[in-house]
């Protein structure tokens, strides 16, 4: 089992950037799958990001190609979430997860979760 804690959310204007970490305990994070989704108000939980467990693959949505990059730290167990450029459509609580499986894209395949960190990015 894991434990996740994100950090690293804040307040930011547009165009500029953020690094996430998700802190992983209990289990080194490269034994899963990883992801980050994001969920703003009124609206459902979002995929963002995946990385594949060994971290040869990463898939992401279309609006954050070329602005977001997953990567991982091994030595600190932790998964970042680097965003560049963001945009006020980028608004919206932040979570890590981590599955059993090789990688996943939907949230009901995620079998554990951080708490999530704001991230509000204003005009």
């Known amino acids: 089992q894991v434990q996740l804690v994100e950090s690293g959310g804040g307040l930011v204007q547009a165009g500029g950037s953020l690094r996430l970490s998700c802190a992983a305990s209990?289990?080194?994070?490269?034994?899963?799958?990883m992801g980050w989704f994001r969920q703003a108000p009124g609206k459902e939980r979002e995929f963002v990001v995946a990385?594949?467990?060994?971290?040869?693959?990463?898939d992401y949505i279309d609006s954050v190609k070329g602005r977001f990059t997953i990567s991982g730290d091994n030595a600190k167990n932790t998964v970042y979430l680097q965003m560049n450029s963001l945009k006020p459509e980028d608004t919206a609580v932040y979570y890590c997860?981590?599955?059993?499986?090789?990688?996943?894209?939907?949230?009901?395949?995620?079998?554990?979760w951080g708490q999530g960190t704001q991230v509000t990015v204003s005009i």
């Open positions: 997860a981590a599955t059993n499986r090789l990688m996943a894209a939907m949230a009901t395949q995620y079998d554990y």
């Open positions: 209990g289990r080194t994070f490269s034994s899963y799958g």
């Open positions: 990385i594949s467990r060994g971290g040869s693959i990463t």
